[in-house]
């Protein structure tokens, strides 16, 4: 530890980079300071650890600092947190370069979407291909990967689609694992790019290796200049993904407004750093405006943004409130994550809808996944096209109610299960296809699952839907939570400490999930439908 009595001695650590990030720590192993491409701190004679790190990039430097001496200056190798499509040769990035000027196949007009998929393990060109594909928000094939450029020299595959400006699927179907999708906007006048490096994908003995989504990074340039390997945004922007990915904010005040409050050559990288912006201790919203309609004017209506733009402080007064309401509705999937946190976080302020009833991303929320940076979609079904929420709806209703009519059911002496099952039946009758479902009825069903009681009733049911492969991800996420408050509740219960657990209500239990109150409501809603059956 350190001692006031001793002389203090000034430490200066240059990062030799403004972007790497520097992290004092004692011989206690206790963090005593941190900085952004350099430091100045005055410490205590003794031994530390200079922890620089840029993105995944890390690297440590002892120094010993005597009693002696007024200074010590330490300097670091440079770090360079370069994307994984920049270590590559020469030769390389020309061809990629090139791919990215000519279109492989035109689908539209106004923007276009390029795809860089690559290999080092695997060299066939055949599984390079497989399981790689594009699809539009209505279900049909766009295009994929073969239709594009295929370098055996250097195993990766390239894909320039010219498309019409908008959000679309990017597919890859891992055959062990199901289906995952990705989803990427473009817009008018803009090239989005999409990097792409191979994953494992293993059930058992199963194995495939895929594209790995979560893993991919996104930029943005004009549609005219393509993929520019001498682009310094490329190591900014890989530092930003990095920084959704820990969860910090790792670019500096001082950068961040230089960065923000210029004009976007990426406009991904402006997505980014507003979200980083927006993670800062005392965030600069006047500067989160100005970036925000910025991007507004340069993407058109871009899911993300208009996820950001949910944070405005200063909300467009032009508009009327039921054009601003219009606006705060989604329709389609927005790319990030944390731009869906920020949807889902505006739907429990809402009383209105914040997702567009049948639209694609109120038919796909329930299998949504989110990764630390993007935001998937899993199945098991090979359909491309995505279940209609209307039919299922209509389709739920009419089962449960020739249930209810084939059991007699008195709700005084029902079981868990049926009355579960009564009050989705209740829930379709009062508020069905056309008004949608009463959030109230759900929340008391949610509140009857926490019940200790009923859900030693219903645990063996709720076990199997958790392991069945048709439960989506939504509803695999509701039960696992119900069933570990019941597992907590037990251990309270067996050390005779069940007075110091705070109840879980159904309020505070929905907000944990972290979806929307209709997305919650739906598989509630399914959950209770087949513990019912299982009945």
Not at 354 to 378: C, F, Q
Request: glycine content about 4%; charged content about 25%.
């Amino acid at each position: 530890m350190q001692s006031n009595s001793r002389p203090l001695v000034q430490l200066d650590i240059d990062a030799q980079n403004p972007l790497t990030e520097i992290f004092l720590i004692d011989s206690n192993f206790k963090r005593i300071n941190q900085g952004l491409g350099e430091l100045k701190v005055d410490v205590s004679p003794g031994l530390y650890k200079v922890r620089f790190r840029s993105g995944s990039e890390q690297k440590d430097q002892f120094v010993e600092v005597g009693e002696h001496q007024s200074s010590v200056a330490i300097k670091s190798e440079s770090i360079e947190n370069r994307p994984n499509v920049l270590k590559a040769s020469e030769e390389m990035l020309a061809q990629i370069e090139a791919q990215s000027l000519q279109f492989h196949k035109r689908c539209g007009n106004g923007s276009s979407l390029f795809i860089l998929y690559q290999d080092k393990k695997n060299r066939a060109e055949a599984e390079l291909w497989d399981g790689l594909t594009v699809y539009d928000m209505d279900g049909e094939l766009v295009a994929s990967q073969p239709e594009g450029y295929y370098s055996a020299e250097f195993n990766f595959s390239a894909l320039n689609i010219e498309l019409d400006p908008g959000t679309y699927s990017l597919r890859v179907e891992s055959g062990v694992l199901g289906i995952f999708q990705m989803f990427v906007v473009t817009s008018r006048k803009w090239q989005t790019q999409v990097f792409l490096d191979a994953g494992k994908f293993n059930t058992g003995e199963d194995k495939a290796r895929r594209p790995s989504l979560k893993k991919t990074m996104v930029m943005m340039s004009n549609i005219h200049m393509g993929f520019d390997r001498s682009c310094k945004d490329l190591e900014l922007t890989e530092l930003a993904r990095q920084g959704l990915i820990s969860g910090r904010n790792i670019i500096s005040h001082s950068v961040m407004e230089q960065l923000l409050s210029g004009k976007f050559g990426n406009p991904m990288l402006g997505i980014y750093s507003a979200h980083l912006l927006l993670r800062s201790s005392r965030p600069n919203y006047e500067l989160f405006d100005t970036v925000i309609h910025n991007l507004r004017n340069m993407l058109d209506k871009h899911p993300d943004v208009e996820a950001l733009a949910l944070r405005l402080r200063n909300k467009d007064e032009s508009m009327s409130r039921s054009n601003n309401l219009k606006q705060s509705r989604f329709s389609s999937p927005p790319m990030l994550s944390s731009s869906w946190d920020l949807i889902v976080k505006h739907s429990f302020r809402m009383s209105s809808r914040v997702i567009e009833k049948y639209s694609y991303l109120d038919n796909m929320v329930d299998g949504l996944v989110a990764t630390p940076t993007w935001l998937l979609h899993r199945s098991m079904v090979s359909s491309s096209k995505p279940a209609d929420a209307r039919s299922i709806l209509e389709k739920k209703s009419i089962e449960l109610l020739e249930l209810f009519k084939i059991q007699d059911i008195n709700p005084d002496t029902l079981s868990a299960a049926n009355y579960l099952f009564s009050k989705a039946v209740n829930i379709y009758n009062k508020s069905g296809i056309k008004s949608g479902l009463n959030y109230a009825d759900v929340e008391r069903i949610i509140d009857k699952l926490l019940d200790s009681d009923e859900l030693a009733r219903v645990r063996s049911g709720l076990e199997q839907l958790q392991r069945d492969p048709e439960t989506t991800p939504m509803e695999r996420n509701i039960i696992t939570s119900v069933l570990n408050i019941g597992e907590m509740k037990e251990m309270f219960l067996s050390n005779n400490m069940i007075e110091n657990i705070e109840p879980v209500t159904a309020r505070k239990f929905i907000r944990q999930i972290k979806a929307p109150k209709s997305a919650i409501s739906r598989s509630v809603i399914n959950i209770a439908n087949k513990l019912a059956r299982m009945n």
